[in-house]
């Protein structure tokens, strides 16, 4: 059996506050996915595609704000 990859073991002050939410909304993408999958009802597919570009807005706005730091 393999080990299971390690957790994210750095962190930045402007990170750390979004860690939590970005693994939430990414439940949220796979929990769509799975009932897209399951049911077809585009709506799921459209929400998961809302909460992709979402984190890549704030994944942009984190690393710019982190380029600040000293």
């Not at 073991?9 to 799975?34: F, G, S």
């Not at 998961?48 to 600040?68: D, G």
């Amino acid at each position: 059996m393999e080990p299971q990859a390690s957790r994210r073991t750095w962190n930045t002050p402007v990170r750390e506050r979004w860690n939590a939410p970005i693994h939430q909304c990414l439940k949220a993408v796979d929990a769509h996915i799975e009932l897209y999958l399951q049911t077809g009802d585009i709506w799921h597919l459209e929400k998961a595609e809302f909460l992709r570009l979402y984190l890549h807005e704030l994944k942009t706005w984190i690393h710019a704000e982190e380029s600040k730091l000293p």
